[in-house]
């Protein structure tokens, strides 16, 4: 059956990258082409005994899979940059990078996806951003953007080591998000750990000061409701928790993630939400590969 | 001032200028700024905190946009002042390094890093940057009532590990009682080699006698602010602080007529509405939730027209921590739904 699937490796065997392999096995053109670690690890093991092939070379031995295509990097920025991003270039395999290293251009599926089919390094921006941008790009696109600004709240669990050692690259790289892919002139991002038991759902406020309020409340909130509608098709737990409102210029509105628990609980929507938009965005790379046949 | 050695000695940081800012809705200009700053320079307080109340980068929709850019206030402050130090508040989160370099380029020396009680390890970066500027590192735990001494004193402890010059516990939602203080800075100051500060507000009429209850614990820096300007009901009272210390015999170097002057004669012309424990103040320190919320909760009852303590009572049943004033408008609109339904 593996002629009409792209074969897909997944550098990083952590909870990210083990999320990833179960979003791989549903999904319907993208098959396991490797489970890659650099040292022996639970997620090594896991991915093994559900007979994924697996390897602790790290990205050389996903970079000598001749078959492999698509490669999702769920190890860490400096990883990326340094080892991960060049030699998976090296070896012609598409980059979709979940770490904040930003090599590529910034990919939020619902948004600009058909720009980047071609990239050779896409990049998914921040759980934050995959949350909020989409927002701020259906505000923008009717009723511009001047300003934008997002708080992302997420549960101290579903926080790891790598994203508690890095607020600043959270709040920087989402800011620009919100800037060159939002379509805001200005953007600000926030990010609140809460350890509340249980944990909440992440949750994203989203305000956007618009540069033609005469648009109204209505045609914006149609807007939001197509992107929402868009959004829903990768990460089904996604909805609206404060619908639009608008006081002057300045449009609110207020986002909910669940998670869709397949290998994370579902209070972890933020891993969801990236891990589900990287395996979108590698669907339709693939779905280009199929329909070229073994094009690019 | 006569120095002696035996008297027990406590550090004032006046933060009129930052928790204050929150009093006066983040409108200080320079005028003001410089104003206390020359006045607090004069009484001899040895560290002034400014910043939006939010810390730096706090200028936004969610906190409330500053009237003048706090980097021009720091840089305003640091002008006035010789001997005492500048200092600036940073919450991993909502400011960053980036910030923290540019407020230290503005004259800033000192910076207070704010996590919430049980997310410490968030600050590491932070502190460690405002230790290669050569800044002195406060570690800075907040909504301190929320768990007990140990965890806390775990936290501290990663912390000190960053390189942290002290540990300031902060019972941001003026919900402690003087023994639940006690508990917490002892467990502090056993656990840590650094000194331990704590930081009050009023919400329960309860900040300076909790900061007292603080010093006898073993805390040998407190906060307060001029007229007790602050989040919710205020801080402690910075000048009747200096009064109660000297009575006590604990020595602050502060001048004490000309702190009393500075409140009276630049602080309190100053102020915006009065610094009291009024309901929604009192409902901050009886369920919990951080001061700062109070004024952006009367903000939204107004627009949802609902009762500003059933706002508060939810925001502190939802367990929301420092920064989530964003909730606040979710609290309303959940409300507002459920009375609809």
Do not use: W
């Not at chain 1, 979940?98 to 050779?120: F, I, K």
């Not at chain 1, 790009?137 to 926080?159: D, L, M, P, Q």
């Not at chain 2, 320079?30 to 200028?59: F, M, N």
């Not at chain 2, 929709?61 to 508040?89: C, D, H, M, P, W």
């Amino acid at each position: 059956m593996s002629t009409d699937k792209i074969k897909v490796g997944i550098i990083g065997p952590g909870n990210i990258g083990t999320d990833l392999m179960y979003k791989v096995f549903r999904s319907k053109n993208l098959e396991m082409g490797m489970m890659a670690g650099i040292v022996e690890s639970e997620g090594i093991r896991r991915a093994a005994s559900l007979g994924v092939p697996v390897s602790t070379d790290g990205v050389d031995a996903v970079a000598q899979q001749k078959d492999i295509r698509i490669a999702f990097d769920a190890t860490s920025a400096a990883a990326h940059v340094k080892f991960n991003g060049p030699a998976l270039k090296e070896a012609g395999i598409i980059s979709v990078d979940l770490t904040p290293a930003a090599l590529g251009p910034y990919c939020v599926p619902s948004v600009n996806l058909d720009q980047l089919r071609m990239e050779p390094d896409i990049n998914m921006v921040t759980c934050g951003g995959q949350a909020t941008i989409p927002i701020v790009y259906a505000v923008s696109r009717v009723a511009g953007a001047s300003y934008a600004e997002i708080v992302a709240c997420i549960s101290s669990k579903s926080a790891g080591p790598g994203t508690r050692a890095n607020m600043d690259e959270f709040t920087e790289t989402t800011s620009k998000g919100l800037e060159s892919v939002g379509g805001a002139d200005k953007g600000k991002a926030i990010i609140i750990l809460n350890p509340a038991e249980p944990p909440l759902m992440m949750t994203n406020t989203i305000i956007v000061r618009v540069k033609d309020p005469s648009v109204g409340l209505e045609r914006i909130k149609a807007s939001i409701d197509e992107i929402v509608a868009e959004l829903k098709t990768y990460v089904p737990g996604y909805q609206l928790r404060v619908p639009p409102m608008m006081e002057g210029d300045k449009v609110t509105t207020i986002v909910q993630v669940q998670g869709q628990g397949d290998f994370l609980p579902e209070f972890s929507g933020n891993l969801d939400i990236i891990n589900s938009a990287a395996v979108a965005a590698a669907e339709q790379i693939a779905a280009e590969m199929l329909a070229t046949k073994g094009g690019a | 001032m006569r120095i002696d050695n035996n008297k027990r000695q406590v550090t004032l940081v006046d933060t009129t200028m930052r928790d204050g800012s929150h009093a006066v809705r983040h409108s200080y200009i320079p005028e003001q700024v410089a104003a206390l700053a020359k006045g607090l320079e004069e009484a001899r307080v040895p560290i002034i905190e400014i910043a939006h109340g939010d810390g730096l980068g706090g200028s936004s929709y969610t906190y409330g946009f500053s009237t003048t850019n706090e980097i021009e206030l720091v840089r305003t402050a640091a002008a006035q002042t010789r001997n005492s130090k500048v200092a600036v508040l940073l919450l991993p989160g909502v400011g960053t390094i980036e910030d923290l370099k540019r407020a230290h380029d503005a004259g800033a020396s000192v910076v207070r890093v704010a996590t919430h009680v049980t997310e410490a390890d968030v600050s590491a970066q932070h502190i460690a940057a405002a230790k290669e500027l050569g800044m002195m590192a406060v570690g800075f735990l907040m909504m301190t009532h929320m768990v007990g001494p140990e965890r806390i004193a775990e936290e501290a402890l990663k912390m000190e590990g960053y390189g942290a010059d002290y540990i300031n516990l902060a019972d941001s939602a003026g919900y402690l009682m003087p023994e639940g203080v006690k508990e917490r800075i002892e467990a502090v100051v056993a656990a840590v080699n650094i000194p331990v500060g704590f930081h009050a507000h009023n919400n329960l009429a309860l900040a300076m006698a909790n900061s007292m209850v603080a010093v006898e614990a073993g805390a040998t820096y407190l906060d307060g602010t001029l007229r007790g300007l602050g989040a919710g009901a205020g801080n402690t009272q910075l000048e009747v602080l200096v009064g109660v210390l000297n009575r006590r015999e604990i020595g602050t170097g502060v001048d004490f007529y000309r702190l009393m002057d500075l409140a009276q004669d630049v602080a309190e012309p100053l102020m915006q509405r009065p610094q009291i424990v009024d309901s929604g103040s009192l409902m901050l320190g009886y369920a919990g939730v951080y001061s700062s919320f109070l004024l952006h909760v009367y903000n939204a009852a107004d627009k949802f027209a609902l009762e500003p303590r059933d706002i508060l009572v939810e925001l502190g049943r939802r367990g929301m921590v420092g920064g989530q004033e964003d909730m606040i408008i979710d609290v309303a609109y959940q409300l507002t739904k459920q009375s609809a339904d």
